[in-house]
C-alpha cells in the first residue's frame, strides 16, 4: 500500500463512531496536552463535550482509517486499538499504552513492515509509539534477512 496525504474529507463508509484515541494518544503541544493522557474536553467512549466548538486543529486532524480505503476493519483505531496517521514522509503509529503489544501481532507488524519497505524509497520510514517506547519499523525483505 502506498499511503497518500490524507483527503480533507473522510471515506463515505466510515465514522469515528465511539473511538476518542485522537483525543488521548498524540501529543498536542498547542494544549499543553501530553501524549496518552486525556484531553480536557474528552468523554471516554462519547467523544468531545466541545465537539461544535472544538479548536481547528482538532476539525483537522483524520486518521488513516477515516480516509484510506485499502484500510481493512483490522485498522479500525477502536479495533486496532491503533491510530495511523502521516506527518510528510514520516508514518505515524499511536499505541493505545493499554494495549501496547498489539502492533507486533499479525496482520499489523506485517502491513508496518510492507509500509516500511514502500516508503523508504522516499525517504520515508514507519515509526510506532507504545507507551514510552519509540520503534522504527525495518522493511519486511530487512526483517526477514536478519
Request: glycine share 6%; proline share 8%.
Amino acid at each position: 500500500m502506498t499511503v497518500a496525504p490524507a483527503p480533507a474529507l473522510p471515506l463515505p463508509n466510515r465514522a469515528c463512531g465511539t473511538c476518542t484515541l485522537c483525543c488521548r494518544l498524540p501529543e498536542i503541544e498547542e494544549f499543553d496536552k501530553p501524549a496518552n493522557a486525556w484531553c480536557e474536553n474528552c468523554v471516554e467512549g462519547r467523544g468531545c463535550a466541545i465537539y461544535t466548538d472544538r479548536p481547528q486543529l482538532c476539525r483537522d486532524f483524520l486518521c488513516q482509517w477515516m480516509t484510506d480505503e485499502t484500510l481493512g476493519l483490522e485498522w479500525e483505531p477502536s479495533i486496532s486499538n491503533m491510530m495511523v496517521y502521516r506527518q510528510g514522509q514520516q508514518i505515524t503509529v499511536l499505541v493505545d499504552p493499554d494495549h501496547a503489544a498489539t502492533w507486533i501481532r499479525e496482520p499489523y507488524l506485517t502491513q508496518l513492515r510492507r509500509w516500511a519497505a514502500e516508503s523508504m524509497h522516499d525517504g520515508g520510514y514507519v515509526i510506532v509509539f507504545a507507551g514510552d517506547d519509540v520503534t522504527k519499523i525495518r522493511p519486511l525483505a530487512e526483517a526477514n534477512h536478519s
